[in-house]
């Protein structure tokens, strides 16, 4: 029997970016010392349901994790995508977390890749889906990688604490190698485009962000357009709340994006007393910071914003 030899790392420190790189690169890998000296230690629920993920794309694929989760042994295997995928993301963190390394697999994949991904689809820690798709789909691009077939269809839309969000992704497989490609051209902003939402709440939510926003937006340039998506029944998930997503486009083909969402926090996130209420911010100051969030990103220069630093 063949030995298998690990490249080992400590900490849980770029665990998405350590998975991703080792599945694409066939090696191995062991992590330990996660958190072991925190008071909880080890994975936390959406690591492991992110590894889970993984052997539902990945043929052949390894995972062992030690009794308190502090130690990790992964041995990938080949990206095999496939269609009628379903994985439920949890509650901890939403599905854009997943999202980020998945589509990056779903492109070395020896068959397309169509999902469906279940969970929380906005939050103010990850980037939303609407980010995925007027942003990130767009970017990929102009990599090389077709349009067709590169679809993120927002079924139903769920915010935290309780989620009920699923979206279908499909992701084409790239034939040959990712087109290499010279952007140092930031471009002037031509217009920025946006989507507000809403779920089990008043539509007015959405129509105040839009009215603030673009109090700030139409000072600046004239094509400003953001769209409203309120949700209502099964397509308005589990949990009330709101939110935005915008982008800017410039003359370069550049995308720069902001997004954010407001909604009831998950139960570990706060201290809170149960029965005591939560101030949450109202929808017009949402969308002052929402404007000046997506003016700060264009202000850093740059083709991407820091959302998608991560994947270029």
Request: aromatic share 6%.
């Given at each position: 029997?063949?030995?298998?030899?690990?490249?080992?790392?400590?900490?849980?420190?770029?665990?998405?970016?350590?998975?991703?790189?080792?599945?694409?690169?066939?090696?191995?890998?062991?992590?330990?010392?996660?958190?072991?000296?925190?008071?909880?230690?080890?994975?936390?629920?959406?690591?492991?349901?992110?590894?889970?993920?993984?052997?539902?794309?990945?043929?052949?694929?390894?995972?062992?994790?030690?009794?308190?989760?502090?130690?990790?042994?992964?041995?990938?295997?080949?990206?095999?995508?496939?269609?009628?995928?379903?994985?439920?993301?949890?509650?901890?963190?939403?599905?854009?977390?997943?999202?980020?390394?998945?589509?990056?697999?779903?492109?070395?994949?020896?068959?397309?890749?169509?999902?469906?991904?279940?969970?929380?689809?906005?939050?103010?820690?990850?980037?939303?889906?609407?980010?995925?798709?007027?942003?990130?789909?767009?970017?990929?691009?102009?990599?090389?990688?077709?349009?067709?077939?590169l679809q993120l269809k927002i079924e139903s839309?769920?915010?935290?604490?309780?989620?009920?969000?699923?979206?279908?992704?499909?992701?084409?497989?790239?034939?040959?190698?990712?087109?290499?490609?010279?952007?140092?051209?930031?471009?002037?902003?031509?217009?920025?485009?946006?989507?507000?939402?809403?779920?089990?709440?008043?539509?007015?939510?959405?129509?105040?962000?839009?009215?603030?926003?673009?109090?700030?937006?139409?000072?600046?340039?004239?094509?400003?357009?953001?769209?409203?998506?309120?949700?209502?029944?099964?397509?308005?998930?589990?949990?009330?709340?709101?939110?935005?997503?915008?982008?800017?486009?410039?003359?370069?083909?550049?995308?720069?994006?902001?997004?954010?969402?407001v909604s009831y926090p998950r139960r570990e996130?706060?201290?809170?007393?149960?029965?005591?209420?939560?101030?949450?911010?109202?929808?017009?100051?949402?969308?002052?910071?929402?404007?000046?969030?997506?003016?700060?990103?264009?202000?850093?220069?740059?083709?991407?914003?820091?959302?998608?630093?991560?994947?270029?």
């Open positions: 029997m063949v030995k298998t030899n690990y490249m080992r790392f400590q900490g849980s420190q770029n665990l998405r970016l350590r998975l991703l790189l080792s599945t694409l690169s066939s090696t191995p890998i062991l992590i330990d010392q996660i958190r072991s000296n925190e008071t909880i230690p080890g994975l936390r629920p959406h690591e492991v349901s992110l590894l889970r993920l993984l052997e539902k794309v990945c043929d052949d694929c390894h995972v062992e994790i030690n009794e308190t989760g502090t130690k990790l042994k992964y041995k990938p295997g080949i990206v095999m995508g496939g269609k009628y995928l379903t994985h439920d993301c949890g509650l901890s963190r939403s599905i854009g977390y997943f999202l980020e390394p998945l589509i990056v697999l779903g492109l070395f994949g020896k068959r397309p890749l169509s999902i469906n991904l279940k969970g929380i689809t906005n939050d103010a820690k990850d980037p939303s889906v609407d980010t995925f798709r007027s942003t990130t789909l767009n970017i990929l691009k102009r990599f090389g990688v077709p349009s067709e077939g839309r769920g915010v935290p604490p309780l989620g009920g969000g699923e979206v279908a992704l499909s992701v084409p497989i790239v034939h040959s190698n990712l087109t290499a490609v010279n952007w140092i051209d930031e471009g002037m902003v031509k217009r920025i485009r946006g989507v507000s939402f809403s779920t089990r709440v008043s539509t007015q939510f959405e129509n105040t962000i839009i009215h603030s926003a673009r109090g700030i937006f139409n000072n600046l340039l004239p094509d400003v357009r953001i769209f409203t998506d309120h949700k209502a029944g099964a397509q308005a998930g589990k949990s009330p709340g709101f939110g935005v997503s915008l982008v800017a486009e410039t003359t370069s083909g550049c995308y720069i994006s902001a997004d954010t969402a996130e706060t201290t809170e007393i149960e029965d005591e209420k939560l101030d949450l911010k109202t929808a017009d100051v949402v969308g002052v910071q929402i404007a000046s969030a997506l003016l700060a990103e264009i202000e850093q220069g740059g083709v991407v914003d820091s959302t998608h630093q991560f994947m270029y």
